[in-house]
């Protein structure tokens, strides 16, 4: 099993470049989400969805859209990239299940750069 | 809203030396906490988490966390550290049975010297 995987690992944008960053999951999980990391604020919550075709926002969604067609993908889109989304972004997965065991397995990361 | 509170930034330590590092949460009615371990330029793995019964948990690697509801804490502890426990610790919480909505602390960075 690949677990979570995350492209592109690196990539630098130019103001008001859009992209997407990809997300996917092997292990057929329900629950997907998108975190950034910034120094001395831990990683915050973008957006999350809790199955295919429904999705929210968290605490920082402003400049980012997301979509889940399929249980495995979850890709996050900037539309119009700014310097303050310069950060690193994780996804996560995870599941629910009777014993209520609710770990999330985490990507390696794409650190972006938005000059 | 839950929040997370790690209080020290950096913890520097000498290998074999105990250490605790420490967070906090808000108070909450049902509660799920983890620690997150982030070794340079990786993403987040699990160390261990709390999600009902004792109130003591362990992971593989010597790490340990109790879990005090009085206090609302969650502290990590290992009684003797190694070089390679190097890395950036993540508290975490979540409220009941939303994994997908994780609060994590601001982290603590533990540099192990020799």
């Known amino acids: 099993n690949a677990g979570v995987t995350q492209t592109p690992k690196f990539q630098v944008l130019k103001t008001g470049q859009s992209m997407t960053l990809q997300c996917a999951q092997d292990?057929?999980?329900?629950?997907m989400s998108w975190y950034r990391q910034d120094p001395g604020m831990g990683l915050r919550l973008i957006h999350y969805?809790?199955?295919?075709?429904?999705?929210d926002q968290g605490e920082v969604p402003n400049g980012y859209n997301v979509s889940r067609s399929t249980t495995e993908d979850f890709p996050l889109r900037l539309l119009s990239a700014a310097p303050s989304q310069t950060s690193v972004y994780f996804c996560?997965?995870?599941?629910?299940?009777?014993?209520?065991?609710?770990?999330?397995?985490f990507g390696q990361g794409t650190r972006l750069t938005v000059v | 809203a839950q929040s997370v509170t790690q209080l020290d930034s950096q913890v520097p330590v000498f290998e074999e030396a105990p250490v605790e590092l420490r967070c906090n949460y808000s108070s909450s009615v049902s509660v799920y906490l983890f620690w997150y371990v982030q070794y340079p330029n990786q993403g987040l793995q699990l160390l261990l988490k709390y999600l009902s019964g004792s109130t003591l948990v362990e992971s593989i690697n010597g790490f340990e966390a109790e879990f005090n509801k009085s206090q609302t804490s969650f502290h990590l502890r290992k009684p003797s550290v190694h070089i390679s426990d190097t890395a950036e610790y993540f508290c975490a919480v979540s409220d009941g049975d939303s994994s997908y909505k994780l609060i994590f602390g601001s982290g603590t960075r533990l540099l192990v010297r020799p």
């Open positions: 292990m057929n999980h329900e629950y």
């Open positions: 996560a997965s995870s599941y629910s299940s009777a014993d209520r065991s609710t770990e999330a397995f």
């Open positions: 969805s809790v199955g295919a075709g429904i999705t």
